[in-house]
């Protein structure tokens, strides 16, 4: 089980849902970088939940605890352990005999035995992204001093969508932390979209895109370390993401070359594209315009409404009622998520 | 500039497209393992264009030269080599000055300079997922072998769609090697639109589905290293690829958790999913259902049509008309590429 | 910084000697190994120091605290993650501006420069061996499960030379754990030279002899990852460690070949090799005959005597006295961090 | 099989000693780097044997053949592969029966069985140096641009020992490139050695001491990834080698810290060190000192002399004499390979 990635920027992560702790180590940071730990702690807290009606009940406090490489509020280039104490967690609501359609119950038992720590999903629960945005939130200070900016909105959820990042010129100012979205007038029929769901015990899913901006032209490499291999390679460790797609992704399966090629301009002495259905990547290396890209999350998987499954150990098919206290969409709190996988990736080619 | 993958299964891809060779380095192969050089040939076959009127009239016959790792017709166990000299290239057809739009000429350009081998798109151009199809060719006989087969189908030429595979139960048979689609009505249709695409002076992408059958349960590992991640690190590598999604990827971010999630069933002593819109992953791991995903194409961005792009020389925006040989839609030689990209990715857990 | 090891077995090194706590994550253990904490402890108390009168008056006591990856007694194949909190630490005993000679307070001051965390040596003290040990001590378990055991002893303090392994059937019950020589009567004079070098406040250095026993022939890779190439890799990870020699080592270089190599023999129907002047490998792989190798230690730096050194603020020469508590010899708390380098590598290519 | 290494400077060697070709792929050299062939073919000639009395009558002329990655004389930036075809060879030399005494033969095939390529030691030849020393060559020159300069000496032919280098100030243009020895009096006892070996039908060993100049303060990483880690794994990598140290190496295990430990200096406003008994390594990271490091090479295993070994297929004890064309010592020709090591070290830390 390799819970790690990067080359430059390397992440290693750890913990089982219910265990001590969960955590991660970061090796290769600079040293000398100010880490603000207010600000990291509300990138954090955006990934929590507990606040509002159209997210799980469950608080997490998330209070992050260094164990090293950080020292007088500087990072001190030795490798970065950062910690979460597990608390808050009631393991009778999960049921090792009866795994949860969706999950990875079944398949983490057919790799390890019944050895796994099954517990809330073990090592592959969702909370296992808290110590991604821990990456991400150190990140997120360290990129933004060298003009790099990470930002997403809920593109959609179910089959409502906000209108998409202006692709040439995205408003990194325009999006709130809270609940994301460039069209407010949106923001009430997304929420009540998730209250619906949930009232019915059921769980909806979702679109989050994604926009970095701020990178000059020529960051990543070709072929297989490319800027979409990076990114792809980091949000698919995200749980309940079934697509990834760059710039105008999909749609442009349907279209025209002539309407996809985006025409070289020179503005203000630089050269630029006119559009940018590329997303600012060509051939894996950065253009210069922003990077766009767009994940799609399944409902979670976690519902209330009576499942079919089976029981491992009667071999014979069983209903499933889950109790315990679930979100009824994920999407809210994968925002940070997703920019962490955005920001590790474009750290782990330019620190 | 890094073109390698793997952690068990190692390649490493080298060559420029007008440069003297092209090729691969695969390295941790099994030893002892029979490669019968037709069947590898047939399957680069694939990958050629020239043979029709929908694809390059420019012939490449990517004759594999074996420079280690074979003898007598077996692997050695020791790094392979294959690689295949360039020849029946026209350099002329390039010019330096003129990035193509859409292509990576000029983020190559950000990136190296004006040491950059330009011609062709040097180590940018489609001609280097020849040597991909090398490694995903040996390795189709070696995972065949061991019961795993990975097959593909043209999904969508534009707006033209192919019936999608059963994903329970993918008919491996059911589709050929030339232009392989499920719907035998709609081949005419799809070549049609790329003859129009051509007569355009224009180009058209498309969308490839994938299926990967004879997989246990159990294979894969969490977090980054699943087979999503590996899958997506690898597909990404193949020049024109904009998305990609997992079972019923994006369609999941519309749909209730009660639909999406595939209730566990006994079948024959094993259990199954009675649905598979998880796309035979969950958690990184594979559940023992077909693995499936679809990979979308730009179209090809080498155009006959005036476009715009700027002389980097002057500074100043320019017009464009490629004259050469170029492929109207890229898809129908992408079958075995992203085949390629499935077999190096499961090797890579299993061998 | 890296600190990281292996390519099946992830080892991560994390923390700084006087930090919050200092641990190691350890990625791809197999599930469902049983872990005996009290003989991990008893492996552990051998590297810490304070319970004779020839290491450091100072007490580690190393107690490790699991994070993840053992649950109910058994790995469950997630990270694994073990850290022992600090205590006991003297920061005051340390000065920034006086780098100690023979320690890397001055390189990791030009890499890092202020923002490193220098008290105690940071990360790059002899106390981040302890992590190496939780390693090491985890694998021995596993290890020996699979009849493989790695054991060594003092072979040299200063001029004082025990009796080398045989290295056709290294004595592997002949060496006790605490104070460890083959030849008895050796070990009272090398306990007196360590504690000559105490009184005049002095330090001296050793030479440790490590056996590898039950290796089958055909482990380790060729070339770059062959079993001399990754203990190498991992004993230069530990402090002090100046030379590192496997089979007859240094002295084949004096000696002619009829007389180094080694005949092969048939000895019970297996073939073995009649002498072991190759220490168990050919070509980077096992040859099934024990592996042998030594490592030099040079005398810890940290002495009483006045030494010259520079001020790093002043630019200019200045007397040090280093007053904290130091070990005159490192040799002997070394001992399960050499086997501990033995078993990281052998673990790394046949988990 | 994985013959692969580095993190930022990729090298992966592939090749059989009588197969088609032997080989090496560079990933990440920066482009734009002139590359001068007449250099590096110098540097190659260094390795080649065939023009002396105490050399192999083998000649090898090793003509490299560039197949990517330099065009018109410079990088490019994409992978360079560079190959050196096969040719006078004479297979029949070699018996996969009997394997032959101090060589990988058996080892290989415990490991990969019969259908490891065994002709002339397969990927095991000491021939597979020569791709080794393709990217120390070339690196060589990238280097030297940069102020750093890798030199090295015969320091040892059996019992014969040249003049160590000054270790503050190794004159790196006191050494010729043919049979480099600091003390000119001993080059002939030196070569007579070999002779006398040669003459016996045997063969000598020796040691090789090599240089780091021009090296700033605070190049390397900590634990895993020093500076002596790497170096240690690249020497590995070449076959007969049976240790390493840095420094005053295994002579600091026998002396006291007060004489070990190198006293920091001001000289001409920088902080050096007044002796270098730690080889300009401290904790894995330069100290601005030149680096220096011993190799110890045993006698070439090929020997004409009657040796005793085993039949693999009738398992039992079996004479051998070998016939072929062998060094009888391996020492002049291994020093560039052992700069070549040195080389791709300091550029994996530094391009």
New interface residues.
């Given amino acids: 089980?390799?819970?790690?990635?990067g080359?430059k920027i390397?992440?290693?992560?750890?913990?089982?849902s219910h265990?001590?702790?969960?955590?991660v180590?970061i090796?290769?940071?600079p040293?000398?970088e100010k880490i603000d730990l207010l600000k990291l702690d509300e990138f954090m807290k955006r990934r929590q939940g507990g606040n509002n009606p159209y997210s799980t009940p469950r608080k997490e406090t998330d209070k992050i605890?260094?164990?090293?490489?950080i020292?007088n509020g500087?990072?001190?280039?030795?490798?970065?352990?950062g910690?979460i104490e597990n608390n808050n967690t009631r393991s009778g609501d999960y049921n090792r005999d009866l795994?949860r359609?969706?999950?990875?119950d079944?398949?983490?038992y057919?790799?390890?035995?019944s050895?796994?720590?099954h517990r809330g999903g073990?090592?592959?629960s969702g909370r296992?992204t808290a110590p991604l945005c821990i990456a991400g939130g150190i990140l997120k200070q360290i990129m933004e001093r060298r003009g790099i900016n990470v930002i997403s909105h809920i593109y959609?959820i179910?089959?409502i969508f906000d209108t998409p990042f202006d692709m040439i010129n995205p408003d990194i100012n325009g999006v709130d932390t809270d609940f994301p979205v460039l069209n407010k007038d949106i923001k009430e029929k997304m929420q009540q979209e998730i209250i619906n769901?949930k009232n019915?015990k059921?769980?909806?899913?979702?679109?989050i895109e994604c926009a970095i901006t701020g990178l000059?032209?020529?960051?990543?490499?070709?072929?297989?370390?490319?800027i979409?291999?990076k990114i792809?390679?980091?949000v698919?460790?995200i749980?309940a993401?079934?697509?990834?797609?760059?710039?105008?992704?999909?749609d442009?399966?349907?279209?025209?070359?002539?309407l996809?090629?985006?025409?070289?301009?020179?503005e203000n002495?630089q050269?630029k594209?006119?559009t940018n259905?590329?997303?600012g990547?060509?051939?894996?290396?950065?253009?210069?315009m922003p990077v766009i890209f767009r994940t799609?999350?399944?409902?979670?998987?976690?519902?209330g409404?009576l499942?079919?499954?089976?029981s491992?150990s009667k071999?014979?098919?069983a209903d499933l009622e889950i109790i315990g206290r679930h979100d009824p969409c994920i999407v809210p709190r994968a925002l940070p998520c997703i920019e962490s996988a955005g920001l590790i990736a474009i750290a782990d080619f330019i620190l």
Same sequence: chains 1, 2, 3, 4.
């Fill in positions: 089980m390799s819970s790690e990635f080359k390397k992440i290693s992560i750890f913990g089982e265990g001590e702790a969960i955590g180590v090796n290769n940071l040293s000398g605890r260094f164990l090293s490489g020292a500087y990072t001190t280039g030795a490798p970065l352990c910690i795994p359609p969706g999950h990875a079944y398949t983490a057919a790799k390890y035995g050895f796994t720590d073990g090592h592959f296992l959609s179910g089959k769901a019915e059921d769980s909806v899913g979702g679109i000059k032209a020529g960051v990543g490499e070709p072929i297989f370390d490319g979409e291999n792809a390679g980091l698919f460790g749980g993401v079934k697509g990834i797609e760059f710039g105008i992704g999909f442009a399966s349907q279209m025209r070359g002539s996809v090629n985006d025409p070289f301009i020179i002495g050269i594209t006119a259905n590329h997303g990547i060509l051939g894996g290396i950065s253009s210069g799609a999350f399944k409902p979670t998987p976690s519902i409404k499942q079919k499954t089976v491992l071999m014979q098919e």
